[in-house]
């Protein structure tokens, strides 16, 4: 509980800074749509497991406000995750949720020109896990009966921007597990493509 503390009061420090260093700036407010991919793995403390990674998708809405070189983008993602557990004796088992996170990062330009952006960014991610389902492995439904619904976590990656679309490539880790009972730490890659509609 303290690290999540942690990680929501820097995220929220970061963003207090950003908007009183530019405020004599204009912003400018964005919304718009994305989707795209997740590859997503859970690590896990068990000897006899191994978490591998499995491919995924997401949809939703996002918003930006620019403040010159400097923004600030929420989302509001479905995502639908899958990962896969190999254990010693050659058997896997199959795990996949349903998942709305809700990511808010702080982004710098580094190249900034009137069509094209080349962006790094960094925040942290709410996510709300439901219908999570496993196959085959007994010992595994058990474990995921005491499925932690709600998480915090921290991302960042590298984004583009072309005129009104966009793409990023991000990283995502869990601060907390899924699973009580395996500590099982979601982590996942995702890439999306988004356009704003103003």
Request: glycine letters at 10%.
């Amino acid at each position: 509980m303290k690290q999540q503390f942690l990680a929501l009061s820097s995220l929220l420090l970061c963003i207090s800074c950003t908007v009183e260093t530019k405020a004599q700036q204009t912003p400018a407010f964005h919304i718009g749509v994305k989707g795209g991919a997740n590859f997503t793995k859970t690590s896990t403390e068990s000897s006899s497991l191994e978490g591998k990674y499995g491919f995924g998708y997401q949809a939703g809405v996002m918003t930006r406000m620019d403040l010159g070189k400097l923004y600030v983008q929420g989302e509001a993602l479905f995502n639908k995750r899958k990962t896969t557990y190999e254990s010693q004796d050659g058997s896997s088992s199959k795990l996949s949720w349903n998942a709305i996170d809700i990511p808010v990062v702080v982004g710098y330009k580094f190249i900034k020109n009137d069509d094209f952006n080349v962006r790094i960014f960094a925040g942290g991610v709410y996510s709300y896990a439901f219908n999570n389902n496993v196959s085959t492995s007994q010992a595994l439904l058990e474990g995921f009966k005491k499925f932690d619904k709600s998480n915090i976590g921290v991302t960042g990656g590298l984004g583009l921007d072309y005129k009104n679309f966009t793409v990023d490539l991000r990283y995502e880790t869990s601060l907390s597990s899924i699973s009580k009972e395996f500590k099982s730490k979601p982590h996942s890659f995702s890439l999306g493509i988004g356009y704003f509609l103003f």
